[in-house]
């Protein structure tokens, strides 16, 4: 499920907005207690292997889980890098946001987070069915 959306300029290395992406994410709430402030644990590939970006989430008290340049295969994240491929290739199949048409920020942002409306909203519908029709 995508968790927040932060767009920038296409020719922009992705580690310059690594910190508003984690900011963007909002508490998650569990069965109980106090909604937790931030993940435990963050899984990036080898374009976030940065120092300011490991600061960042030491700052934030989260556990930085970055494949390091030049040291560790592209492979070992393999099962959490599929969830991130897989949640960008959910939001390609929505044709205006394949190709940039909007020339304002704001209205390509708009139609990115109605997007991940829609992907959070075909989810819940899949998974209630599938509750419905094996209860326990």
């Not at 829609?118 to 069915?129: S, T």
């Amino acid at each position: 499920m995508p968790l927040a959306v932060v767009i920038s300029a296409a020719n922009r290395n992705d580690h310059l907005t690594f910190e508003a992406v984690v900011d963007e994410v909002a508490p998650v709430a569990g069965p109980v207690g106090r909604p937790r402030r931030r993940p435990r644990k963050l899984h990036a590939d080898k374009g976030y292997d940065y120092p300011a970006c490991r600061k960042a989430l030491r700052r934030r008290g989260i556990v930085a889980r970055i494949a390091r340049r030049g040291i560790e295969s592209a492979k070992r994240l393999g099962r959490h890098r599929y969830v991130i491929e897989r949640t960008l290739e959910w939001g390609s199949r929505f044709r205006r946001l394949a190709r940039r048409h909007e020339r304002k920020a704001a209205h390509f942002l708009g139609f990115a987070r109605l997007a991940c409306a829609v992907i959070c909203y075909r989810r819940a519908v899949k998974l209630d069915l599938l509750t419905h029709n094996n209860p326990k």
